[in-house]
């Protein structure tokens, strides 16, 4: 079992070496996994895979180079079958990379967050076997599954790459609530608009219009319902603000929940690489803490939440947040989305953020 005795090991020494890869680790806790008697037999049957492929314990090994790269984790019997797992975080790999470890000699098996399909032919007697996903190895039933196991599903959960069960009340909300995201879509970009005409009122130079001509733009990742105004071209260290509706999120097992039970956040946010030249001097610049001190003040009254983010773990640098419950107690929510974003701007125009930040992220 040398590989689960190493496990908390080697993922430390991925930690302490700045080693980041989610892969990496998901390929070293499924190995070990993979290394312990009756797993194996337990997922052959769970997969319902074919006499063609050994229920045996395999002989396990990672990173093993091939004539076009290198496998994630393959299995071996001594019949001379072998089996490559290639992971994925989160959409399964192309038909291209499939078909590059079927050469390789081995039938393929891909995991990832995502179903896929790929239509791939069987390739000089090796086949690709399918697409599974975590989840579907989170569900098999084991009650008394070994250790090894064990700290598999748990690492799985707390990487939230387990895609949840859906429920009931997710789908009859989903047509109660069908035409509520056309309105917060609108209510969003015309708030962005009253923040970007505020921002070019001051006449700051970032704030302008893309290559289409559109003033902003929509972006539903990353749990987040927003509009955008940014440095054009984009690249990766442009400077940009985003407002919007915030639903919550686990990114990389830490979560970032709602400010209030199921209620999305209303939030504007500054957006920067904290590791771009761009971004090391917003860090670590003291007038931009004195501004933002002077910020973070205004929390004495009010419900807003008031968030400095300049530790370098994201890209929203300065963020400000509110319960969309204050949309529900008002007359009309869409005028006061727009007055939320306009007055969390002129919070942030008014202490000297926008002009610092501004200031800070011109190109040396």
């Not at 989160?90 to 000699?105: H, M, T, V």
């Not at 940014?230 to 709602?258: N, T």
């Not at 949309?327 to 202490?351: C, F, H, N, S, Y």
Request: glycine share 6%; with cysteine; aromatic share 6%.
């Amino acid at each position: 079992m040398l590989r689960a005795e190493e496990l908390v090991a080697k993922i430390w020494n991925r930690v302490q070496s700045g080693i980041l890869q989610r892969e990496g680790v998901l390929e070293d806790a499924l190995a070990a996994a993979l290394e312990t008697p009756g797993v194996w037999e337990r997922l052959h049957r769970h997969l319902n895979l074919s006499n063609d492929v050994p229920s045996t314990l395999p002989i396990v090994s990672t990173q093993d180079v091939v004539e076009e790269g290198r496998t994630d984790i393959t299995l071996r019997w001594p019949n001379e079958y072998s089996l490559n797992l290639e992971l994925k975080v989160d959409d399964p790999p192309g038909k291209g990379q499939i078909e590059r470890y079927l050469r390789s000699g081995s039938d393929v098996i891909a995991i990832a967050r995502l179903p896929g399909h790929r239509a791939v032919q069987e390739l000089d007697g090796r086949r690709h076997l399918g697409v599974v996903t975590w989840s579907h190895l989170r569900n098999l039933e084991w009650n008394d599954a070994p250790l090894e196991w064990r700290q598999f599903l748990h690492l799985l959960d707390a990487m939230g790459v387990v895609v949840k069960k859906v429920e009931y009340t997710e789908l009859e909300g989903l047509v109660r609530s069908w035409t509520t995201r056309d309105k917060l879509e609108d209510w969003s970009k015309r708030g962005m608009l009253a923040v970007q005409q505020l921002i070019e009122k001051e006449k700051l130079p970032w704030a302008c219009k893309d290559k289409a001509g559109q003033r902003v733009k929509v972006d539903a990742s990353h749990q987040r319902l927003v509009w955008w105004i940014s440095h054009l071209p984009w690249q990766d260290d442009a400077l940009a603000i985003y407002a919007g509706f915030f639903v919550g999120r686990v990114r990389e097992g830490k979560p970032d929940p709602v400010l209030e039970g199921n209620l999305p956040d209303l939030m504007l946010s500054f957006h920067l690489n904290p590791e771009s030249p761009r971004g090391r001097r917003v860090r670590g610049d003291a007038d931009l803490q004195k501004a933002i001190e002077k910020w973070t003040s205004r929390a004495a009254t009010g419900s807003v939440v008031r968030e400095p983010r300049l530790d370098g773990s994201t890209w929203e640098i300065i963020r400000c947040r509110e319960s969309s419950r204050i949309l529900l107690e008002a007359p009309d929510p869409g005028v006061k989305v727009v007055e939320w974003m306009e007055q969390r701007t002129k919070e942030w125009i008014d202490d000297g953020i926008v002009h610092r930040i501004t200031e800070l992220a011109k190109v040396a």
